[in-house]
């Protein structure tokens, strides 16, 4: 499916956005010039933050679940320079998050657990139930989604395909 398709379909619905967009979003809502020295960021770039902040932006509901926000928390390096603001930043995004508990006895039956590890079968198993879009840009994670007939926008294809321009982001 097409990235319009996908927009029309879903854009000003529920959201889910994977751990290393959320940093990228987290990241340049501080400081947009910052996400290149960012060292979880280094492929990233300002197009790429806008890409996904407009789409954040969009959203009614965004989802995230404690593994997002531990694995988000882990990357945010305290020896960094910016962690304090960082974190700052952090706390008053996800105040607007709604954070949702999956069972772990449910996620360690899941097909796909062993392959994706416990935070991204978290995503995929909460995406089925709240048929939420789903931003990222972990591959493996992209095709269990597809699998599955979940939406998904997943960065690295879509910058290829769609190349920002109509989304008119600048």
Sequence with gaps: MSIEEVIKKQIGKKLIIDTNLLILLIVGRYNINLISGHK?????DKHDYNFVNFIA?????????PGIISEVTNHLNPSDKNYSNYFRK????????QEEYKNKNVILKLSFF???GYT???????SIQEKCLVLTDDREMVLELRKNKIYELYLTEKKQE????KLKLN
């Design 40 to 44: 979880k960021l280094g492929r990233y």
């Design 57 to 65: 932006g969009k959203a009614k509901v965004i989802y995230l679940t």
């Design 90 to 97: 952090l706390i008053s995004i996800l105040e607007f998050f």
């Design 162 to 165: 769609y190349l920002y321009s």
């Design 120 to 126: 991204d079968s978290t995503i995929i198993d909460l």
């Design 114 to 116: 062993p392959k994706l």
